[in-house]
Every structure is written in C-alpha cells, then in structure tokens.
C-alpha cells in the first residue's frame, strides 16, 4: 500500500501540474500542512522535500515554500534554448550587425581560394596550427598581457574552453569557489563533472575577496571561477587592486584560477587580466561568439605550458581538433581588421541598447554596465520573478529569472535581461513590457 505522505506529494504535484495551483503559489507553512492533513512535522517537511526534489516546488529560508513555474524549459531558457519565433528573446544574446552575413560569404570565398584547401580534409594539431595559434596570441596581446603561442590552446569556443580546463585540471569532489550569482554554462559543467560549488558573496563592485579567503582558510579549495572584465549577470570589471588580490589569494592558498573574458572585448581600455598576475596558475579563457558571431565556434585557452598536455588530452578525448576552417576563417578576419571593426561597431551597439534600457525602465531600478548586453533587474522581497517571466512569456517576451545564475542557498527574486539578442526597433517596446509586468507584480 502507498504510504499516505506519498499520496499527499502526489496529489499536490497533480494540483501544480495541472494549473489548479499556479506557479508562485505560496504553500501552507510545515507546521499548517502538519495540521491540516493530520501528519507529523517531519511527514511535512519529506511532503516538500520530495516536491522540491521533483523541481515543482522551491523552499526559501524566511518565506516559505512557492510552487516554480515548471511551463517555461528548466532554467527559463538558460539550458535549454527553445524560443519560438514570434517571442522576443531577451534571455539569450547573440549580437549580430547587418551585413555579417555578406561578411561571411567573402571570407569563406577567401578561404576556397588561398592556401592549401586540402588541409581542412585532415587532422590538425590537437592545440591548433602554430600559425594560427600565434594569430591569436598577437590578437590577445596588450600592454601588460603577452601570451606566447606555446601557451595558447584553440577551441570549440569559449563554453569548451572551460570543459577542457574541467576535464583536464580538475577532479569530481573538487571545491570550486564562484561568485554567488555567475554564469550558467559553469555550473552545468560543474553538475556534471561533479564538482563543488561554494559561493562567494557579492558585493556591489565585484566578489567578497575577503570571504573568499575566509573559505580558503576553512576549506581545501581546488579554484576558482572568475569573470574580472564584465561579469555574467552583474556587469562589473574589477579593479587592478582587486585582480592583484584575486592572484595573491590563489598563491597563498594554491588555487587554480579560471578567468572567462567572454564578454571582455566590450569594455575600452580594462585592467590586465588576472593572468598577468598569477601567469603559472591562470586559465585564460575567451572565444569569438559574442565578437563575431555565435555560429562560429572559435575561442582560445592561454594557460601555462605546464598545462597544455592536459587541456590537449581534454581536446582529443572531446573534439579531437577545433575545426581548421572555422579557425582559419576566424584568423584571417583577424589580420584583415574585420574583427577589430566588428568589436568596434558592438561596443557602439551595445552602448546604445543601454541607453534604451536606461528610457525604458524609468525609475525601475538595475545594476548593469554602460557597454554590456545585459542588465540584473532585483526585485522586492515580495515580488515573484517566475511570475513576472511567465508573464512575459504569455506575452512573447523571453527573459531569465536568477535561478539559473544562483549558486548560493537562498535564490534572490530578480530577472536577467539580454540585450543583444532582437532589432533594436523591437527593444525599447519589450523592455516597457518589462517595465510594466515588474510594476504589475509590485503592486499585487
């Protein structure tokens, strides 16, 4: 005979499925559930348990527990990108110019009529051609940052530069310290290759450095996951001094450090990267999608040389090879300038989808970057966010709540907003919608 807390769990899971209790709901409390269906506290407390395990439910400390909005996909689009074609998708981005695509159809004629085409039809090296790979080395190189080409290693981009620096340098059980809201991509790697994530609070310009060596000291952190140069969701760029703390912390307590710069290229004139200070122990990591364009799956890995052979079994074990047409496609944009104009023309692109956020928001407040692609919308104590999201998903609208980004224990209410993603003649509208759906929730 099923036990009758199962009866219990299965029933309310019929009610949140079918809609008879709607995503945002706030459930009895332990102790009225114990009550009102004649069970223990702790029958109560498994009744949750197991909801929240079948991810209907989610329980936060000081509030209760909330049925999710299990109608949009599992991570409100983060994992799994499925937006139809009339939804305006402010979830994703994926900056694109006009004319990238004639851009394209030169570089590849380009391509078909220089050099040795039959070489694209064979195995390359599992680092990349030494040609290309000093391309990329001089492209990165700034005033204080100077990769050699023997420390770069080319890649299916930036999302598999991190999966060869998991798979290659670290282990399943290792501590990986994060900031308490971070990038998406890192924590599915860090799910499956079963690491452990503890996260570093946030303060308003960058991650609590002081905590991060509070947790040094109390537990055996393996390394470090860092965005310097305009972080995934919260815009900032640290500071040289905070870099410089970054790499003394990692020294002193024998952190692997792994620095994604996806984003970087929007920022005039940032700070060294955090691998200019701690060069024998830093994973560099960036890629040419949000540059140039998603499709290409282009990106690079500066590492120390010591490194390599590991990041290049993770190669060969994954995609033996980044695809040689794609990298010399990619190189040659490079050296023709197209690159360096495209950045140019996305950082003016981006600075003006900011200034159309900044009007269409009004007093709403958000904490976001002037030449970023996105924007964090915090929301009141009270406000839903997966109500706010199904909302504009009701309305054809795409956004993110911070599940997805959230590594700490208590979720806050707020909604990631993409940028660079729809026409600009499509923005300004759907980040009104924004605006009033937020507005709506505040006055509930």
Not at 244 to 260: M, N, Q, S
Not at 284 to 294: C, E, Q, R
Not at 317 to 331: D, G, R, Y
Not at 375 to 402: F, G, H, K
Request: one cysteine or more; hydrophobic letters at 40%; aromatic letters at 6%.
């Amino acid at each position: 005979m099923k036990a009758r807390y199962k009866s219990i769990v299965d029933r309310l899971a019929d009610s949140i499925r079918n809609g008879e209790l709607p995503a945002g709901t706030r459930l009895p409390t332990h102790r009225a559930l114990s009550a009102q269906e004649h069970i223990s506290l702790a029958t109560a407390t498994r009744v949750y348990s197991e909801l929240e395990a079948m991810g209907l439910v989610s329980g936060e400390t000081g509030r209760g527990t909330f049925v999710r909005e299990i109608a949009l996909p599992f991570g409100h689009g983060i994992d799994q990108h499925a937006v139809a074609t009339d939804v305006l998708d402010l979830n994703f981005n994926y900056p694109s110019l006009p004319g990238q695509g004639e851009s394209l159809r030169e570089a590849l004629r380009q391509v078909a009529a220089s050099g040795d085409i039959e070489s694209h039809l064979r195995y390359q090296p599992h680092a990349g051609r030494m040609t290309e790979r000093e391309i990329f080395a001089d492209y990165l190189a700034g005033s204080e940052f100077q990769p050699e080409a023997d420390n770069v290693v080319i890649v299916n981009g930036a999302q598999h530069g991190l999966t060869i620096t998991v798979m290659g340098l670290l282990r399943p059980g290792d501590v990986v310290a994060v900031d308490a809201l971070t990038y998406p991509g890192f924590k599915v790697l860090a799910e499956l290759y079963h690491l452990e994530l503890i996260a570093i609070p946030v303060l308003a310009n960058g991650p609590d450095l002081s905590a991060l060596e509070a947790l040094c000291q109390k537990r055996h952190v393996r390394a470090i996951y860092t965005m310097p140069t305009l972080h995934n969701p919260l815009g900032w760029v640290l500071s040289r001094l905070q870099r410089k703390r970054i790499a003394g912390i990692a020294r002193t307590y024998d952190l692997l450090v792994i620095e994604d710069t996806a984003y970087g290229y929007l920022v005039r004139r940032p700070p060294p990267p955090v691998a200019v200070y701690a060069p024998e122990r830093t994973v560099y990591i960036t890629g040419f999608s949000k540059n140039v364009a998603t499709g290409l799956r282009v990106g690079v890995v500066v590492c120390p040389i010591s490194y390599r052979p590991a990041l290049e079994r993770a190669v060969r074990a994954t995609t033996w090879n980044t695809p040689s047409l794609m990298t010399a496609l990619v190189c040659n944009w490079i050296q023709d300038g197209t690159v360096a104009r495209f950045e140019t023309l996305k950082r003016r692109d981006a600075r003006q989808r900011q200034a159309l956020l900044k009007a269409a928001l009004g007093d709403i407040s958000c904490i976001t970057h002037p030449d970023s692609y996105f924007a964090w919308i915090p929301l009141p104590d009270e406000a839903r966010a997966d109500r706010i999201a199904q909302a504009l998903m009701d309305d054809n609208i795409s956004v993110s709540t911070a599940e997805p980004f959230c590594t700490s224990l208590v979720v806050p209410q707020a909604l990631r907003v993409a940028l660079g993603s729809i026409a600009m003649e499509d923005l300004h509208a759907a980040l009104v919608k924004v605006r009033e759906a937020v507005e709506f929730e505040r006055c509930r």
